[in-house]
């Protein structure tokens, strides 16, 4: 199974922050990776596929790149109702295997 | 309202059985592969089995592998997910989810876009 390495487990930002977080694919997975938003209590939701297409309706502050193993995304100014847990999710191959998550939390 | 709704979750004993239902609204529901993911408490997202449109296609976790069984029924609009000698292990929300069926270039794209609210199963004595 390909192993997704998702990183940092967790950090703290403040509202207008740029925050970057990272996932790193045990082998090549082209651009078949996924960023969701997941809120206490609720499913996830999508952001991105195809490592950097916005999903409709998700706000352009959300962006994602990269290809191959490694990939990141990016929110450009952090708002309120972005504090949350995000996942990324390879779809290269089954089993299908997510990153451990990353909460981000208010400072 | 595109819409997907689980049930049957509850509390069930080691090695017992339990049948969960995702009903499907809103969209042409034969058209789509679909998935289960659970996620354990206080943990992150597991996928556990996929379901091409037309049920020639099935995959598992290796971690259920042998225990459960994915099904659909396209006349019902509906997925199954039957879980057989459960263990504790196995105690998670169980969601599923919508293979998106994304086009981007020339290339098919299956992140999973629409979610169910949940249903918790609890393998407890």
């Known amino acids: 199974a390909i192993r997704i390495t998702q990183s940092p487990s967790s950090l703290s930002a403040s509202t207008g922050d740029r925050v970057t977080i990272t996932c790193r694919a045990s082998?090549?997975?082209?651009?078949?990776l996924a960023w969701y938003q997941q809120k206490p209590g609720k499913a996830p939701k999508l952001l991105i596929y195809?490592?950097?297409t916005l999903q409709s309706g998700v706000p352009s502050r959300f962006s994602g790149s990269g290809s191959g193993t490694d990939f990141t995304l990016t929110i450009s100014c952090l708002q309120s109702e972005d504090f949350a847990t995000y996942y990324c999710?390879?779809?290269?191959?089954?089993?299908?295997?997510f990153g451990q998550g990353t909460k981000v939390e208010i400072k | 309202e595109v819409q997907l709704v689980e049930s049957g979750g509850g509390l069930v004993q080691p090695g017992g059985s339990l049948r969960l239902s995702c009903a499907a609204s809103?969209?042409?529901?034969?058209?789509?592969?679909m998935n289960w993911v659970r996620q354990a408490p206080g943990k992150g997202l597991e996928w556990v089995s996929y379901?091409?449109?037309?049920?020639?296609?099935?995959y598992y976790a290796d971690s259920v592998k042998g225990r459960f069984t994915i099904s659909r029924d396209n006349a019902k609009n509906s997925l199954y997910l039957q879980m057989n000698s459960l263990r504790d292990e196995d105690t998670a929300v169980y969601y599923c989810?919508?293979?998106?069926?994304?086009?981007?270039?020339?290339?098919?794209?299956?992140?999973?876009?629409?979610w169910g609210q949940g249903t918790m199963v609890t393998v407890s004595s």
């Open positions: 989810a919508r293979d998106s069926r994304k086009i981007v270039g020339a290339t098919l794209h299956d992140a999973f876009d629409i």
């Open positions: 082998q090549g997975i082209s651009s078949y």
């Open positions: 379901i091409s449109s037309s049920s020639s296609t099935i």
């Open positions: 999710q390879q779809y290269y191959s089954y089993p299908q295997t």
């Open positions: 809103g969209f042409t529901f034969s058209s789509y592969s």
């Open positions: 195809a490592a950097s």
